[in-house]
C-alpha cells in the first residue's frame, strides 16, 4: 500500500480550486483547542500560505488549558492565537480543523459557511461547505493534514513534523486508541523529521500546583460501580482538566467506561472515555446529554456541555447525579445503584 495514495492528491487540487478566490483566510480550531486540531489548523496555514501565497491565521476560541499543549505551542513556536471579533470580518475566508460547525464545541459564526471543513469526526447534517474533507476513518485529523503536506511537495519544517507527530499519538494515545494503520503510516513518515528533544519536552511538561489540588480533588470525588467510574471535579480554573481526567481514571483497572463532570464559567463540561473499541462514545454521549447541552465525539471518546442559567451549587449537583445515573443507566444498571468511593479507607 501506497502512502499518502492517490485520493490526498486529488483531495488537495479540489481544495486549492476552492481557495482560488480567496484574499485571506482564518483557520480555526475547536474551542479549548487540543494537539490534533492545533497540529492540523498550522498545516492547513503552512500549506495554502507557502503554495498559494494567501495570508492565513490560526485562531482559536477558549483557552489552551492542558500543561502539553501549551508546551507544544511554546516550545515549537506556533503561530496561533485566541479569536478577536474582527477574525470573522467580511472578505476573510473561513477553514475549520478537527471539527464542524453548530455542534457546540466551537465559535464559529452562525451567520457563516466555512470554505473548508477538514475533520474525522462523522459528518453533521448541517455542516456545509465549499470543500468538505470528512474521514471517520482516520484516528486524527493530523493524519488527513500530513497525507496532504507530503503530497504537496513542500519542505517539512521541524516544528510542522513535531506537533503532527504530536497530535496523532496523543490524539490516538500512542497509536492504540482509535489509531488505523493511515495513523501509523502517517507517524511513521513524520517520526524522522521530528525533534524528538522537543517532542519530550512537550510530553514531559512541568505541571502548575492547580494540577495537583485538581488530581486531589479528583481522587476524592471518583466513585465507581462495577466497570464504571464517574468523577465531580467541581469548580475548574482550566475546563481541560476535564478530559484529562476521564483519561487518568479510565486506568483504573477493571473500568472499562469513564465519566467525568466539571463546572467551568456557565456550563458544566463533560467528557466520556471507554476501552470499548465498539462503545460509540460520541453517540452516547449524545443520547445520555440531551436536550440539556451539546455533545460530540467517536468511538472511544466524547466531550459536551450543559449550559446552566444557574451555576448555583444546589442546581449543578442536582444536573450532574442526573447525568451520573443517567450514565449507568445507560451501562445496563437499570435501578438506582450505589456507588463506592474509589479512595476507600485503608483496611
Ligand atoms: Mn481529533
Same mark, same amino acid.
Given at each position: 500500500?501506497?502512502?499518502?495514495?492517490?485520493?490526498?492528491?486529488?483531495?488537495?487540487?479540489?481544495?486549492?480550486?476552492?481557495?482560488?478566490?480567496?484574499?485571506?483566510?482564518?483557520?480555526?480550531?475547536?474551542?479549548?483547542?487540543?494537539?490534533?486540531?492545533?497540529?492540523?489548523?498550522?498545516?492547513?496555514?503552512?500549506?495554502?500560505?507557502?503554495?498559494?501565497?494567501?495570508?492565513? +491565521?490560526?485562531?482559536?476560541?477558549?483557552?489552551?488549558?492542558?500543561?502539553?499543549?501549551?508546551?507544544?505551542?511554546?516550545?515549537?513556536?506556533?503561530?496561533?492565537?485566541?479569536?478577536?471579533?474582527?477574525?470573522?470580518?467580511?472578505?476573510?475566508?473561513?477553514?475549520?480543523?478537527?471539527?464542524?460547525?453548530?455542534?457546540?464545541?466551537?465559535?464559529?459564526?452562525?451567520?457563516?459557511?466555512?470554505? &473548508?471543513?477538514?475533520?474525522?469526526?462523522?459528518?453533521?447534517?448541517?455542516?456545509?461547505?465549499?470543500?468538505?474533507?470528512?474521514?471517520?476513518?482516520?484516528?486524527?485529523?493530523?493524519? &488527513?493534514?500530513?497525507?496532504?503536506?507530503?503530497?504537496?511537495?513542500?519542505? @517539512?519544517?521541524?516544528?510542522?513534523?513535531?506537533?503532527?507527530?504530536?497530535?496523532?499519538?496523543?490524539?490516538?494515545?500512542?497509536?492504540?486508541?482509535?489509531?488505523?494503520?493511515?495513523?501509523?503510516?502517517?507517524?511513521?513518515?513524520?517520526?524522522?523529521?521530528?525533534?524528538?528533544?522537543?517532542?519530550?519536552?512537550?510530553?514531559?511538561? +512541568?505541571?502548575?500546583?492547580?494540577?495537583? &489540588?485538581?488530581?486531589?480533588?479528583?481522587?476524592?470525588?471518583?466513585?465507581?460501580?462495577?466497570? #464504571? @467510574?464517574?468523577?465531580?471535579?467541581?469548580?475548574?480554573?482550566?475546563?481541560?482538566?476535564?478530559?484529562?481526567?476521564?483519561?487518568?481514571?479510565?486506568?483504573?483497572?477493571?473500568?472499562?467506561?469513564?465519566?467525568?463532570?466539571?463546572?467551568?464559567?456557565?456550563? @458544566?463540561?463533560?467528557?466520556?472515555?471507554?476501552?470499548?473499541?465498539?462503545?460509540?462514545?460520541?453517540?452516547?454521549?449524545?443520547?445520555?446529554?440531551?436536550?440539556?447541552?451539546? #455533545?460530540?465525539?467517536?468511538?472511544? @471518546? #466524547?466531550?459536551?456541555?450543559?449550559?446552566?442559567?444557574?451555576?448555583?451549587?444546589?442546581?449543578?449537583?442536582?444536573?450532574?447525579?442526573?447525568?451520573?445515573?443517567?450514565?449507568?443507566?445507560?451501562?445496563?444498571?437499570?435501578?438506582?445503584?450505589?456507588?463506592?468511593?474509589?479512595?476507600?479507607?485503608?483496611?
Amino acid at each position: 500500500m501506497t502512502f499518502p495514495n492517490g485520493e490526498s492528491q486529488e483531495r488537495l487540487k479540489r481544495m486549492e480550486e476552492a481557495l482560488k478566490d480567496t484574499r485571506r483566510l482564518v483557520v480555526l480550531t475547536h474551542d479549548n483547542p487540543d494537539p490534533d486540531s492545533v497540529s492540523s489548523a498550522v498545516t492547513l496555514a503552512y500549506l495554502v500560505s507557502q503554495r498559494l501565497k494567501i495570508p492565513t +491565521k490560526v485562531k482559536y476560541g477558549g483557552i489552551v488549558g492542558r500543561a502539553e499543549n501549551r508546551a507544544m505551542i511554546r516550545n515549537l513556536g506556533l503561530r496561533v492565537s485566541p479569536l478577536t471579533e474582527s477574525d470573522f470580518k467580511p472578505g476573510v475566508d473561513l477553514a475549520v480543523v478537527d471539527m464542524q460547525p453548530r455542534t457546540g464545541n466551537n465559535s464559529f459564526p452562525r451567520n457563516r459557511k466555512p470554505l &473548508i471543513v477538514i475533520d474525522h469526526h462523522p459528518l453533521r447534517k448541517t455542516t456545509k461547505a465549499d470543500f468538505l474533507d470528512i474521514r471517520t476513518e482516520y484516528g486524527a485529523t493530523a493524519t &488527513i493534514l500530513t497525507e496532504y503536506l507530503l503530497i504537496s511537495g513542500l519542505e @517539512i519544517p521541524s516544528a510542522i513534523a513535531t506537533a503532527l507527530s504530536y497530535g496523532i499519538s496523543s490524539e490516538t494515545q500512542d497509536l492504540g486508541r482509535e489509531a488505523r494503520e493511515k495513523d501509523i503510516q502517517a507517524y511513521l513518515a513524520l517520526f524522522p523529521l521530528s525533534n524528538k528533544k522537543l517532542l519530550a519536552s512537550i510530553e514531559h511538561p +512541568k505541571l502548575s500546583r492547580d494540577h495537583f &489540588i485538581t488530581l486531589s480533588r479528583a481522587l476524592h470525588h471518583s466513585f465507581i460501580y462495577k466497570n #464504571a @467510574i464517574a468523577t465531580s471535579l467541581g469548580e475548574i480554573s482550566n475546563p481541560d482538566f476535564v478530559p484529562f481526567t476521564a483519561d487518568f481514571m479510565l486506568r483504573c483497572e477493571r473500568i472499562t467506561w469513564a465519566l467525568c463532570l466539571g463546572r467551568y464559567k456557565d456550563r @458544566i463540561i463533560v467528557s466520556i472515555r471507554t476501552t470499548n473499541a465498539k462503545g460509540e462514545a460520541g453517540r452516547f454521549l449524545r443520547r445520555l446529554i440531551g436536550k440539556r447541552g451539546t #455533545a460530540g465525539g467517536h468511538g472511544m @471518546i #466524547a466531550g459536551g456541555q450543559i449550559h446552566c442559567t444557574t451555576m448555583e451549587h444546589e442546581h449543578c449537583t442536582k444536573l450532574e447525579e442526573e447525568i451520573t445515573q443517567g450514565f449507568l443507566k445507560k451501562l445496563g444498571y437499570k435501578d438506582a445503584v450505589e456507588m463506592t468511593p474509589l479512595l476507600l479507607p485503608s483496611q
